[in-house]
T-cell receptor, first 112, second 114 residues
């Protein structure tokens, strides 16, 4: 059974770089890996999406190795406002249907 | 551009009752997917609709159902409520579908079953 796993929690300090890794076995060949950020009492918000190698946008980078069995979200120079829960989303296929499968989330706490 | 709107935001039901939740997607988005979020199980996929057709379904009992209207608005229904159905129910809309594009989430409907 395909599973998407990520660390439960992480701590960091303002100004540091944070890397969160997600493992996703049996990911389909042609599907994207996506990361979301969620604050309390809000729905998840899109951060970044990638297929392979490296993708960078204005808030984060995403590294995906050649075997695509894992991905790493990199947040440069975090601030207190980056304290949130981060989810990776990797698809799995079951019975011919695409099933969006989230990791359990990584609670990131950024300290002053 | 208005975001995804979910109603109601909060509701309390008792065991055995049924509930209907509504989701209005971003204008132009034809895909609406639904998720259940609980502390114990995290974010779990319920089902996705695209142009009024159910495209795929997660591993939930038949008590959970949904539909999508011609204006892309979607509803989900849970019948014969159980205590374990207490959760935050999130819907997300997408231009192309949950497997290819960015998901835009609403703020959720928090259901408490007593």
């Amino acid at each position: 059974l395909a599973k998407t796993t990520q660390p439960i929690s992480m701590d960091s300090y303002e100004g540091q770089e944070v890397n969160i890794t997600c493992s996703h076995n049996n990911i389909a060949t042609n599907d994207y890996i996506t990361w979301y950020q969620q604050f309390p009492s809000q729905g998840p918000r899109f951060i970044i999406q990638g297929y392979k190698t490296k993708v960078t946008n204005e808030v984060a980078s995403l590294f995906i190795p050649a075997d695509r069995k894992s991905s790493t979200l990199s947040l440069p120079r975090v601030s207190l406002s980056d304290t949130a829960v981060y989810y990776c989303l990797a698809p799995r296929w079951a019975g011919g249907s695409y099933i969006p499968t989230f990791g359990r989330g990584t609670s990131l706490i950024v300290h002053p | 551009k208005a975001g995804v709107t979910q109603t109601p935001r909060y509701l309390i039901k008792t065991r055995g009752q049924q509930v209907t939740l509504s989701c209005s997607p971003i204008s132009g988005h034809r895909s609406v997917s639904w998720y259940q979020q609980t502390p114990g199980q995290g974010l779990q996929f319920l089902f996705e609709y695209f142009s009024e057709t159910q495209r795929n379904k997660g591993n939930f009992p038949g008590r959970f159902s949904g539909r999508q209207f011609s204006n892309s608005r979607s509803e989900m229904n849970v019948s014969t409520l159980e205590l374990g159905d207490s959760a935050l129910y999130l819907c997300a809309s997408s231009l192309t579908g949950s497997n290819t594009g960015e998901l835009f989430f609403g703020e959720g409907s928090r259901l408490t079953v007593l």
